[in-house]
Nanobody, 127 residues
Framework: QVQLVESGGGLVQAGGSLRLSCAAS????????MGWFRQAPGKEREFVAR????????YYADSVKGRFTISRDNAKNTVDLQMNSLKPEDTAVYYC????????????????????WGQGTQVTVSA
């Protein structure tokens, strides 16, 4: 069992930056691939970024590529999402997710690749 708690959300002006963090419980953090998803009001949850168990490989949605960076610290059981050049359309609740299944490609954007989810943190970008 893995428990995930996100933090770092808030209100920021367009063009600004935020750094989200996800803290994971348990001793098996490094055996999980990690991802970030987001859900805007009235829309379905969408993939944002993914990072491999070791942190060597990452994958991003086209909408955030070049602006967002996912990273992890297996010693601290944390995964972060650095968000730069934020746009009003980035406004959403952001969720951290952990997946334990093996042999799932890094280029997977499906929510079904993940077993555990956090409660989410709100990010609001004003124009």
């Amino acid at each position: 069992q893995v428990q995930l708690v996100e933090s770092g959300g808030g209100l920021v002006q367009a063009g600004g930056s935020l750094r989200l963090s996800c803290a994971a419980s348990g001793r098996t953090f490094s055996s999980h691939s990690m991802g970030w998803f987001r859900q805007a009001p009235g829309k379905e949850r969408e993939f944002v970024a993914r990072i491999s168990r070791s942190g060597d490989y990452t994958y991003y949605a086209d909408s955030v590529k070049g602006r967002f960076t996912i990273s992890r610290d297996n010693a601290k059981n944390t995964v972060d999402l650095q968000m730069n050049s934020l746009k009003p359309e980035d406004t959403a609740v952001y969720y951290c997710a952990a997946g334990s299944r093996l042999r799932i490609p890094i280029t997977t954007s499906a929510a079904s690749a993940y077993d555990y989810w956090g409660q989410g943190t709100q990010v609001t970008v004003s124009a």
